[in-house]
C-alpha cells in the first residue's frame, strides 16, 4: 500500500468526519452548503485544538461514529461483490470497513495543524448539490476540496469528496478490490483483514 500522503489524508479524514447530516426531503443548495459549513468546522476544530494526538483520534473516532452512514459507504467501497454478500456480510464488513477508516485516517492529524478548510461555494449537479473548498495546510499551496451532498438516502449525506478532481470513495474502493483479490475473492478473510489495515 502507497504512503499516504497528506491531502489523501485529509480526504480520508473529511469523508468519514463528514458523511451525514438532518433529515431532508429536497436538498437546496444551501441546505448543502450549510452541511457542508458545519462539518468543516468541527475539522477545522478537532484539527486545532491543541489536544494531544491520541485525543484527537478519538474525537475523530466519535465523529465518524455520530455522522457517517456507514453502511451506505462501505456497500460502495465494496463494489460488486457488495451484491452476492449476505447480510451479515455486509454488517460485518460495514463494522471493519469504519474501524479501517478511523485507523487509516485519524492517525494523521499532527501533519494538519494550523491548517484550515474553507468553504467557498455551491451549486446544483444533475441530481446532487456540489460544495467547493479550498484546504490550506502548512508548508503546501492551496488545494480544491469538492464535496458531494445528496439527499437519496432520505437525509442529507455526503457520499463521495473529489481532492483535485481525483475521487476518494472511487480510491478506497481501489484499495478495498486490492485487498479482497489479495484474499481471492473471500469476503469474510477481507474482513478479518481489515480488522488490522489501517
Known amino acids: 500500500m502507497n ?70 459507504i462501505s456497500r460502495s467501497a465494496l463494489g460488486p461483490p457488495a451484491r452476492s454478500a449476505s447480510s451479515q456480510q455486509l454488517s460485518q464488513f460495514s463494522d471493519a470497513f469504519a474501524g479501517y477508516l478511523a485507523r487509516k485516517y485519524g492517525k494523521q492529524f499532527r501533519d494538519f495543524i494550523g491548517g484550515e478548510i474553507t468553504v467557498e ?45 481525483i475521487s476518494l470513495l472511487k480510491s478506497e474502493r481501489a484499495e478495498i478490490g486490492a485487498m479482497l483479490d489479495k484474499n481471492g475473492g473471500n469476503i469474510d478473510a477481507l474482513i478479518r483483514d481489515l480488522k488490522s489495515a489501517g
Open 121 to 165: 461555494d455551491a451549486r446544483q449537479v444533475k441530481s446532487f448539490q456540489e460544495v467547493q473548498a479550498v484546504a490550506k495546510l502548512r508548508g503546501q499551496s492551496p488545494f480544491a476540496v469538492t464535496f458531494m451532498v445528496s439527499d437519496r438516502s432520505g437525509s442529507n449525506l455526503f457520499f463521495d469528496l473529489l481532492i483535485e478532481g
Open 3 to 72: 504512503k499516504l500522503t497528506r491531502r489523501t489524508t485529509l480526504a480520508g479524514m473529511i469523508s468519514a468526519i463528514a458523511l451525514a447530516a438532518s433529515p431532508a426531503f429536497t436538498l437546496n443548495t444551501a441546505q448543502a452548503r450549510g452541511l457542508i459549513d458545519e462539518v468543516v468546522a468541527k475539522i477545522n476544530s478537532v484539527i486545532n485544538s491543541g489536544k494531544s494526538e491520541a485525543a484527537m483520534y478519538r474525537d475523530f473516532e466519535a465523529l465518524f461514529n455520530r455522522y457517517a452512514d456507514v453502511p451506505t
